[in-house]
């Protein structure tokens, strides 16, 4: 799966319908007990953000397809690294 398939289904099964705190322990839920999905969610925000500053559009078309409305890629970035904090912190407090 690429990173924008990837980047759309978070958005679209955890972020759509939430705030980004609660997606962030939606996430939290599937990656406490696997540190490899734990990294995934890590490394999936860290290229989106470094996509976001190349100016892939891309980016917008991932986060906006189910709902969630990024107008332009600063919004994009700003929503993506909101969420990658919010997982962070999450994670780190369930799991240290």
């Not at 696997?34 to 990294?39: G, L, P, T």
């Not at 892939?56 to 990658?84: C, M």
Request: net charge negative.
């Amino acid at each position: 799966m690429t990173w924008n398939e990837q980047l759309s289904d978070v958005f679209g099964g955890m972020v759509n319908q939430n705030t980004l705190e609660h997606a962030a322990e939606m996430m939290v839920d599937v990656s406490e007990d696997d540190e490899d999905v734990h990294a995934q969610y890590i490394d999936l925000c860290s290229v989106a953000i470094a996509e976001c500053s190349a100016g892939n559009d891309d980016v917008l078309a991932a986060i906006n397809k189910f709902g969630v409305q990024a107008t332009d890629l600063g919004a994009a970035w700003k929503l993506i690294e909101e969420l990658k904090e919010s997982y962070v912190r999450e994670y780190e407090s369930r799991v240290g």
